[in-house]
């Protein structure tokens, strides 16, 4: 083995094990911002999902690995959300409602005060619900279809799995 070889082995096991210890996932480069989020929502026409965590938060992470992380919602949350990432204690500035908030300032108007809490907007930035905690990954599934279909407009969360049951 040469030393090139042996030196791009070493970088690679590197990189992985980097990958590994931050929890990072192939998909973080489609967590667009608050602001870029409504604007390609806009251009899109598709629902937003605004997932507002903290760094601390131990049930974020495992919400970002066992949930986000799950191809099956990534392929879902692809398809019909253009999906954002809102640190509820960040002092970033994205316009809402009419002005510059922060992401703190955001998070609050939306009533946050645990996390991960998962909101739902229109294609316009309109809320539709605010989901928050942990959400398992079969159930957010669910979550996902009655949003992306826009059955809450027709019926109740309750019967809506109730047809999934029958």
């Known amino acids: 083995m040469t030393l090139k070889s042996t030196l791009a082995s070493a970088a690679l096991g590197l990189i992985a094990v980097a990958f590994f210890w931050t929890g990072s ?20 026409k598709r629902m937003v999902l605004v997932d507002v965590y903290t760094d601390w938060c131990g049930w974020c992470k495992k919400m970002d690995r066992d949930v986000y992380g799950d191809s099956k919602v990534r392929a879902v949350l692809d398809e019909f959300f253009v999906t954002a990432k809102l640190d509820a204690e960040a002092a970033t500035k994205h316009a809402f409602q009419g002005q510059m908030a922060t992401e ?16 739902f907007l229109t294609e316009t930035g309109e809320p539709i619900t605010v989901l928050p905690g942990y959400i398992p990954k079969e159930t957010f599934l669910n979550v996902l279809e009655y949003i992306h279909k826009r059955l809450y407009e027709t019926q109740s969360w309750e019967d809506f799995l109730k047809s999934k049951q029958s």
């Not at 996932?25 to 602001?35: K, N």
């Open 25 to 44: 996932s192939a998909d973080e480069g489609q967590w667009l911002d608050y602001s870029a989020a409504l604007k390609k929502a806009g251009e899109s």
């Open 104 to 119: 703190r300032e955001i998070a609050k108007a939306y009533g946050i005060t645990g996390y991960p809490t998962t909101v």
